[in-house]
Nanobody
Framework: VQLQASGGGLVQAGGSLRLSCTASGRTFTPYMMGWFRQAPGKEREFVAA????????TYADSVKGRFTISRDNAQNTVYLHMNSLKPEDTAVYYC???????????????????WGQGTLVTVSS
């Protein structure tokens, strides 16, 4: 299984970016896909997660109302639409996937079996 993330870059505060992550190597699309981020010197933290049906979605409080997670199951891809970016959003963003047939504890790193390589988002003030 491979998760390929892309879309990171440098953006000014208040700007927008869209991250993408495509899963490959399994017949069925992941049941749950999520995004985490890790800023320098900090632990990796939960950002958002989405179930297979694009109905169950969970967000960290710090990104609610600014970020939107969505999926294209035909492409095995999850997106993270990030608006109103702040300097504190600067981090390496990682996508994660799990094929267990339940949407539970999406904020837990241990919940995911597979991780992408990360894509850097830098927000300048």
């Amino acid at each position: 299984v491979q998760l390929q993330a892309s879309g990171g870059g440098l953006v000014q505060a208040g700007g927008s970016l869209r991250l993408s992550c495509t899963a490959s190597g399994r017949t069925f699309t992941p049941y749950m896909m999520g995004w985490f981020r890790q800023a320098p010197g900090k632990e990796r933290e939960f950002v958002a997660a989405c179930g297979r049906g694009n109905v169950s979605r969970t967000y960290a409080d710090s990104v609610k109302g600014r970020f939107t997670i969505s999926r294209d199951n035909a492409q095995n891809t999850v997106y993270l639409h990030m608006n109103s970016l702040k300097p504190e959003d600067t981090a390496v963003y990682y996508c994660a996937a799990d094929w267990t047939l339940t949407y539970s504890n999406p904020w837990a790193k241990s919940r995911y079996d597979y991780w992408g390589q990360g894509t850097l988002v830098t927000v300048s003030s």
